[in-house]
């Protein structure tokens, strides 16, 4: 199954920038994306890339973060500009298979990595 490892999380200003990134031991088969979770919420769809490169971003981070993919480096970022205090979460990385692959794979998640908006 694939392994998720994210990296880029930290401390950053409110209206900088930061960028995360997540290494996958493998990508061509999956749809990619980047979710956070807040202190006392749930966890929230933040962006997502398919395997077609088509991406949809959560209303919220429209306009600032953008999903990119390498497939020759099997990685996924998120680049985050005119970042706000309310971006403070933990961010995780998620590959869900496309169709034709799930009898064989599974959803699989990142570890996690935190992002602190202050100033």
């Known amino acids: 199954q694939v392994t998720l490892v994210e990296s880029g999380g930290g401390l950053v200003q409110p209206g900088g920038s930061l960028r995360l990134s997540c290494a996958a031991s493998?990508?061509?088969?999956?749809?990619m994306a980047w979710y956070r979770q807040a202190p006392g919420n749930q966890r929230e769809l933040v962006a997502r890339?398919?395997?077609?490169?088509?991406?949809y971003y959560a209303d919220s981070v429209k306009g600032r973060f953008t999903i990119s993919i390498d497939y020759a480096k099997n990685s996924v970022y998120l680049q985050m500009n005119s970042v706000r205090p309310e971006d403070t979460a933990v961010y995780f990385c998620?590959?869900?298979?496309?169709?034709?692959?799930?009898?064989?794979?599974?959803?699989?998640w990142g570890q996690g990595i935190q992002v602190t908006v202050s100033a």
């Open positions: 998620k590959a869900t298979p496309q169709s034709a692959w799930r009898a064989v794979r599974r959803d699989a």
């Open positions: 493998e990508i061509n088969i999956y749809d």
């Open positions: 890339i398919t395997t077609t490169e088509s991406t």
